[in-house]
């Protein structure tokens, strides 16, 4: 079992910045790829950003690429997600999860946060 909880989420204006953090626990963090998904009320939960357990393979949904950036620290079991130039439309509850791959897909992911609410103003 591995334990994942999301921080860093909150308000901030359009344009502003955030960094969400996801602290895991149980077993070894550094053998699963993490990634971030996002969701919103009657929406599907939708992939954001993915990262291998070696840190060189990363993927970015086209929406974020440019603006997000996904990064982990193995030793402190902990991955992030840096959000730049946030929009109203990044606006969601945002998950992270592990798996054994670093694959764009909810069901390649066995463990979930519970999610932290990122809310950007316009």
């Known amino acids: 079992q591995v334990q994942l909880v999301e921080s860093g989420g909150g308000l901030v204006q359009a344009g502003g910045s955030l960094r969400l953090s996801c602290a895991a626990s149980g077993r070894t963090f550094s053998s699963y790829a993490m990634g971030w998904f996002r969701q919103n009320p009657g929406k599907e939960r939708e992939f954001v950003s993915t990262m291998s357990w070696t840190g060189n393979v990363t993927y970015y949904a086209d929406s974020v690429k440019g603006r997000f950036t996904i990064s982990r620290d193995n030793a402190k079991n902990t991955v992030y997600l840096q959000m730049n130039s946030l929009k109203a439309e990044d606006t969601a509850v945002y998950f992270c999860?592990?798996?054994?791959?670093?694959?764009?897909?909810?069901?390649?992911?066995?463990?979930w946060g519970q999610g932290t609410q990122v809310t950007v103003s316009s």
């Open positions: 999860a592990a798996g054994r791959y670093p694959i764009p897909m909810n069901a390649a992911y066995d463990y």
